[in-house]
T-cell receptor, first 113, second 114 residues
Framework: EADIYQTPRYLVIGTGKKITLECSQT?????MYWYQQDPGMELHLIHY???????EKGDLSSESTVSRIRTEHFPLTLESARPSHTSQYLC????????????FGSGTRLTVV | KNQVEQSPQSLIILEGKNCTLQ??????????LRWYKQDTGRGPVSLTI?????NTKSNGRYTATLDADTKQSSLHITASQLSDSASYIC?????????????FGRGTQLTVWP
């Protein structure tokens, strides 16, 4: 079944640790995105990719980095986690026309202590 | 500044009742408007998507309307169920860039009580 997967679902980690949030999709979508969402607030785009070897920063400044080595995989990395990084991170993918094919993953709830 | 404003911020209704959620936007140019349902701790799930030429779209008990002239949309939920408790997010896409940028509202938090 075509879908988009994020792991882990929840992560509690200490300050200064390096973390990677995984995102994979099986729909063959070229476009992939990372959003950050705080409780009761709107989603903010932090990274996006048009395809392999293409990555761009989004609207919200983020200390995270992303890579797109394979079409289906779009991991997000924080080199040194801080409490200010505590948030929900949502991955999404879409087809080139961004019509009905815009799909979100279930999210990773990150807590940095 | 392109914005999407939703009201009310939160809403409590009894099971079986109907409700209507509102979305006003200033995004221009306009490509499409989507309503998503987001359960707590989960990712948003698409309910409806409407382009400029569509003024109503239904998905089961969910009916969305769009008035592109006044830049307003509503989501009507009929015969609410406990499982409808969630945040409902209005998202507007422009056609001004190859990215087809999305603008998100903050959502309306709906709680359905038995």
């Amino acid at each position: 079944e075509a879908d988009i997967y994020q792991t882990p679902r929840y992560l509690v980690i200490g300050t200064g640790k390096k973390i990677t949030l995984e995102c994979s999709q099986t729909m063959g979508h070229d476009k992939m995105y990372w959003y950050q969402q705080d409780p009761g607030m709107e989603l903010h785009l932090i990274h996006y990719s048009y395809g392999v070897n293409s990555t761009e920063k989004g609207d919200l400044s983020s200390e995270s980095t992303v890579s797109r080595i394979r079409t289906e995989h779009f991991p997000l990395t924080l080199e040194s986690a801080r409490p200010s990084h505590t948030s929900q991170y949502l991955c999404a993918s879409s087809d080139l026309n961004e019509g009905y094919g815009y799909t979100f993953g279930s999210g990773t709830r990150l807590t940095v202590v | 500044k392109n914005q999407v404003e939703q009201s009310p911020q939160s809403l409590i209704i009894l099971e079986g009742k109907n409700c209507t959620l509102q979305c006003n936007y200033t995004v221009s140019p306009f490509s499409n408007l989507r309503w998503y349902k987001q359960d707590t701790g989960r990712g948003p799930v698409s309910l409806t998507i409407m382009t400029f030429s569509e003024n109503t779209k239904s998905n089961g008990r969910y009916t969305a309307t769009l008035d592109a002239d006044t830049k307003q949309s509503s989501l009507h939920i009929t015969a609410s169920q406990l499982s409808d408790s969630a945040s409902y997010i209005c998202v507007v896409s422009d056609r001004g860039s190859t990215l087809g940028r999305l603008y998100f509202g903050r959502g309306t938090q709906l709680t359905v009580w038995p």
